[in-house]
């Protein structure tokens, strides 16, 4: 019964994961299509893209190091 619910869970997470990057593409896709200033997104994504990679950029190996391990957190399959 708990590994039902933890299968049901890791599933649950795992769709809205899918959902998550999903958006996240449409916004980028929207601002670069519409500019800045999507109006229904107030929320400056490439920026935020540009900003994260700047700042994993700073920090040398260990950013090297943390976006090798987020690498290997989204190109892992389930079994």
Known sequence: M???MVTTI???V???TKVGISLLALTVVLQ???GQA???M???V???ITALVATLGSQGLVGLVALGVLY???QKKDA
Do not use: K, M, Y
């Open 72 to 74: 290997a957190i989204f």
């Open 2 to 4: 708990a590994t039902d």
């Open 42 to 44: 107030p929320v400056d």
């Open 10 to 12: 890791r599933s649950w």
């Open 46 to 48: 490439i920026g935020n």
């Open 14 to 16: 795992n769709e809205l």
């Open 32 to 34: 670069i299509a519409f």
């Open 38 to 40: 999507v109006p229904f």
